[in-house]
């Protein structure tokens, strides 16, 4: 008797069990709006998942604090924070890195989306399926692995998409809607400020608005060099219709080359496209907002002044 009660016990306990150990996903901060970029039964799940979407603290090279990891997403999703204060009609879509396999979703993500939001601006963060949605590195092969479907791509082609068609409903200017990208992330924007055409079939009315950003910004990117000869990456090819291009790089950055930078850099300027690049002589990798007292430090308020005088961010 006692046994077939002990055993009833454990199965009313064993859910409850199991849900306090299974690792916790990240949830949009109060105050934001959570969407789906795709209709349901339209977005194939990447070919490597390894798992259910969960989230993990690991450290920063750079400042050694803590950041939280991203892995496993499935279900890729945008996440609108409104301006503070008055809106000024500029909208930024922000575009954490994690190599094509995580995402840094508060060092590259959040926390980017709590400065723009502070100069008046309406961020959208964009949670892109990983791993393997974007080109990486094979260890196996020693050479560079490009995934069939362009995945991290077509889910940010869908949000600005969806972006623009909803302007009205977040209250934002359909043409001065930006991007900004971090390591991984930065070769997403390269790829936005470079295809003009989708790389999905057309689902929707959002997909027949452009997915070009008005402006963009790279910091510290990736997968945009070619080491043998020293030239872009052939999936991005660059023409005078890239938008105004800003660029942050740490010449020590141990991860990403400063080659990656340059190179792009060049090709913007070899295409007639306004860029400004801002290179530090340190700051490592994957800095964000977080080297306070480093000369890098000072990025995001050259690229308040950059915004401004492109005509995107009013002057405070």
Same mark, same amino acid.
Request: proline content about 8%.
């Given at each position: 008797?006692?046994?077939?009660?002990?055993?009833?016990?454990?199965?009313?306990?064993?859910?409850?069990?199991?849900?306090?150990?299974?690792?916790?996903?990240?949830?949009?901060?109060?105050?934001?709006?959570?969407?789906?970029?795709?209709?349901?039964?339209?977005?194939?799940?990447?070919?490597?998942?390894?798992?259910?979407?969960?989230?993990?603290?690991?450290?920063?090279?750079?400042?050694?604090?803590?950041?939280?990891?991203?892995?496993?997403?499935?279900?890729?999703?945008?996440?609108?924070?409104?301006?503070?204060?008055?809106?000024?009609?500029?909208?930024?879509?922000?575009?954490?890195?994690?190599?094509?396999?995580?995402?840094?979703?508060?060092?590259?993500?959040?926390?980017?989306?709590?400065?723009?939001?502070?100069?008046?601006?309406?961020?959208?963060?964009?949670?892109?399926?990983?791993?393997?949605?974007?080109?990486?590195?094979?260890?196996?092969?020693?050479?560079?692995?490009?995934?069939?479907?362009?995945?991290?791509?077509?889910?940010?082609?869908?949000?600005?998409?969806?972006?623009?068609?909803?302007?009205? %409903?977040?209250? @934002?200017?359909?043409?001065?809607?930006?991007?900004?990208?971090?390591? $991984?992330? *930065?070769?997403?924007?390269? =790829? /936005?400020?470079?295809?003009?055409?989708?790389?999905?079939?057309?689902?929707?009315?959002?997909?027949?608005?452009?997915?070009?950003?008005?402006?963009?910004?790279?910091?510290?990117?990736?997968?945009?060099?070619?080491?043998?000869?020293?030239?872009?990456?052939?999936?991005?090819?660059?023409?005078?219709?890239?938008?105004?291009?800003?660029?942050?790089?740490?010449?020590?950055?141990?991860?990403?080359?400063?080659?990656?930078?340059?190179?792009?850099? %060049?090709?913007? @300027?070899?295409?007639?496209?306004?860029?400004?690049?801002?290179?530090? $002589?340190? *700051?490592?990798?994957?800095? =964000? /907002?977080?080297?306070?007292?480093?000369?890098?430090?000072?990025?995001?308020?050259?690229?308040?002044?950059?915004?401004?005088?492109?005509?995107?961010?009013?002057?405070?």
């Amino acid at each position: 008797m006692r046994a077939r009660f002990a055993f009833r016990l454990l199965m009313v306990l064993l859910p409850f069990t199991a849900s306090a150990a299974a690792p916790a996903t990240w949830h949009p901060p109060a105050g934001t709006t959570e969407l789906p970029l795709w209709p349901d039964g339209k977005v194939m799940a990447p070919p490597k998942l390894k798992g259910r979407e969960q989230v993990s603290e690991t450290v920063s090279k750079a400042s050694g604090e803590r950041w939280m990891m991203l892995q496993n997403v499935a279900v890729p999703t945008l996440t609108v924070f409104p301006a503070k204060g008055s809106p000024n009609g500029t909208a930024v879509m922000v575009i954490p890195g994690g190599g094509y396999n995580v995402l840094a979703i508060d060092l590259e993500g959040s926390e980017i989306c709590d400065w723009l939001t502070a100069q008046g601006v309406t961020c959208a963060l964009l949670k892109y399926r990983v791993p393997a949605s974007g080109p990486n590195w094979d260890r196996e092969c020693n050479c560079r692995d490009i995934p069939a479907v362009p995945m991290a791509l077509q889910d940010a082609q869908r949000a600005m998409g969806l972006l623009r068609a909803q302007a009205a %409903r977040w209250k @934002i200017d359909p043409q001065r809607l930006g991007v900004i990208g971090f390591s $991984a992330g *930065g070769h997403v924007v390269a =790829g /936005l400020s470079t295809h003009a055409q989708r790389s999905y079939a057309p689902l929707d009315a959002a997909d027949v608005q452009s997915s070009r950003p008005d402006f963009a910004m790279l910091l510290y990117p990736g997968h945009l060099w070619v080491r043998k000869d020293d030239s872009l990456e052939k999936d991005i090819v660059v023409d005078a219709k890239a938008p105004p291009t800003f660029i942050v790089q740490a010449a020590d950055d141990p991860t990403d080359d400063v080659r990656h930078a340059l190179v792009y850099h %060049r090709a913007l @300027i070899e295409a007639g496209v306004p860029v400004e690049m801002h290179l530090f $002589a340190h *700051g490592g990798h994957a800095f =964000g /907002l977080r080297l306070k007292d480093a000369p890098v430090s000072a990025w995001p308020s050259l690229a308040e002044r950059w915004m401004h005088d492109i005509g995107m961010l009013t002057k405070h």
